[in-house]
């Protein structure tokens, strides 16, 4: 049956072991953000809103949320400061844009797309990318909308460890898989095109211009009307060293796998080649929704062509 009436959306929010999310209450107050999401999301599609609407709006609203690792709950690095990257990616022309170690910004995202659309670059760092923001008139916030004292007791805690550590890290002993923060929205609007977008913080204490997967095209994110639409969340350098989101891809346009068979395949690969940590959520040229992960959980959820919304870890 022919699909290509109906939309569909997915967001995640990180993956890992959520040691972090070990009550019902902290599981409830995350799976009620992602459906809150995805409702409005859903609006937008409904509304005729294209799919890079969408994908930047719930992208955008993941990063308003404290409880994730981007825009206002980013972590900190070895400095005690922020510096965010994030992309997004158009899969009706390949158009992308992309931000890596910016400051100061409440929606990177935003600005990724304001490289996208309104430069003739696909990627701006650090001063660039600030002068660039002051360029498009986008407002700086203060030091403080992102110093809160959870991210500050978490550095505190990264430094004497003497380690770098991973957003949510368990105060216990370390766990083969900790909670990796990203957040991601990909989406297909009714005409079929797709978009894909992935905004982050980074790792906890990271070093300085650390830059991960998100920003990076076909790593951490990927939208192609032939093939898919791609987010990825977890260690950005496993992500960076497998491609993983292009790899998933070419392996629906050069294997011919349908979308949910090449997002099980990328995870397969991603697994075998580096041990990879994280996953992926896919929407495939026909609007089906696939994930995968190689954490114990992974926060996500969907609207499959407009029908009810799903969230779980
Ligand atoms: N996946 C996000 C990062 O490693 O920066």
Same mark, same amino acid.
């Given at each position: 049956?022919?699909?290509?009436?109906?939309?569909?959306?997915?967001?995640?929010?990180g993956?890992?072991?959520?040691?972090?999310?070990?009550?019902?209450?902290?599981?409830?107050?995350?799976?009620?953000?992602?459906?809150?999401?995805?409702?409005?999301?859903?609006?937008?599609?409904?509304l005729?809103?294209?799919?890079?609407?969408?994908?930047?709006?719930?992208?955008?609203?993941?990063?308003?949320?404290?409880v994730?690792?981007?825009?206002?709950?980013?972590?900190?690095?070895?400095?005690?400061?922020?510096?965010?990257?994030?992309?997004?990616?158009?899969?009706?022309?390949?158009?992308?844009?992309?931000?890596?170690?910016?400051?100061?910004?409440?929606?990177?995202?935003?600005?990724?797309?304001?490289?996208?659309?309104?430069?003739?670059?696909?990627?701006?760092?650090?001063?660039?990318?600030?002068?660039?923001?002051?360029?498009?008139?986008?407002?700086?916030?203060?030091?403080s909308?992102?110093?809160?004292?959870?991210?500050i007791?978490?550095?505190?805690?990264?430094?004497?460890?003497?380690?770098?550590?991973?957003?949510?890290?368990?105060?216990?002993?370390?766990?083969?898989?900790?909670?990796?923060?990203?957040?991601?929205?990909?989406?297909?609007?009714?005409?079929?095109?797709?978009?894909?977008?992935?905004?982050?913080?980074?790792?906890?204490? &990271?070093?300085? @211009? %650390?830059? =991960?997967?998100?920003? $990076?095209?076909?790593? #951490?994110?990927?939208?192609?009307?032939? !093939?898919?639409?791609?987010?990825?969340?977890?260690?950005?350098?496993?992500?960076?060293?497998?491609?993983?989101?292009?790899?998933?891809?070419d392996?629906?346009?050069?294997?011919?796998?349908?979308?949910?068979?090449?997002?099980?395949?990328?995870?397969?690969?991603?697994?075998? &080649?580096?041990? @990879? %940590?994280? =996953?992926?959520?896919? $929407?495939?040229?026909? #609007?089906?929704?696939?994930?995968?992960? !190689?954490?114990?959980?992974?926060?996500?959820?969907?609207?499959?062509?407009?029908?009810?919304?799903?969230?779980?870890?």
């Amino acid at each position: 049956m022919s699909q290509t009436g109906t939309y569909s959306l997915m967001v995640h929010g990180g993956a890992g072991a959520l040691d972090n999310v070990k009550d019902e209450k902290t599981a409830v107050r995350y799976l009620e953000s992602i459906r809150s999401v995805l409702e409005h999301g859903r609006e937008i599609l409904e509304l005729g809103g294209s799919a890079l609407q969408a994908a930047e709006t719930c992208a955008s609203l993941l990063e308003d949320d404290p409880v994730f690792n981007a825009g206002c709950g980013s972590v900190l690095n070895e400095n005690g400061k922020v510096e965010m990257d994030a992309a997004i990616m158009d899969g009706r022309d390949l158009s992308a844009g992309a931000v890596a170690g910016v400051e100061n910004i409440a929606n990177p995202i935003q600005l990724a797309r304001l490289v996208m659309s309104e430069s003739e670059h696909v990627m701006l760092i650090g001063e660039g990318a600030m002068r660039f923001a002051d360029h498009c008139g986008m407002e700086r916030v203060p030091e403080s909308y992102f110093l809160t004292p959870d991210r500050i007791a978490q550095l505190e805690e990264a430094r004497l460890k003497h380690k770098i550590m991973l957003d949510h890290d368990s105060t216990e002993e370390d766990t083969e898989d900790q909670k990796y923060g990203t957040i991601g929205a990909i989406a297909r609007d009714p005409q079929g095109n797709l978009a894909a977008a992935t905004s982050t913080g980074g790792i906890v204490n &990271k070093r300085m @211009g %650390r830059v =991960g997967d998100s920003p $990076i095209i076909g790593a #951490g994110v990927y939208a192609d009307n032939e !093939t898919c639409a791609v987010s990825a969340t977890g260690y950005g350098e496993d992500f960076m060293r497998s491609v993983l989101c292009k790899t998933i891809a070419d392996f629906i346009s050069m294997k011919g796998m349908d979308a949910e068979a090449a997002t099980k395949a990328g995870i397969e690969y991603f697994h075998r &080649k580096l041990k @990879g %940590r994280g =996953g992926v959520i896919t $929407i495939g040229q026909d #609007g089906k929704c696939s994930s995968a992960f !190689t954490t114990k959980k992974m926060i996500h959820g969907w609207i499959e062509h407009g029908a009810e919304t799903h969230a779980r870890f």
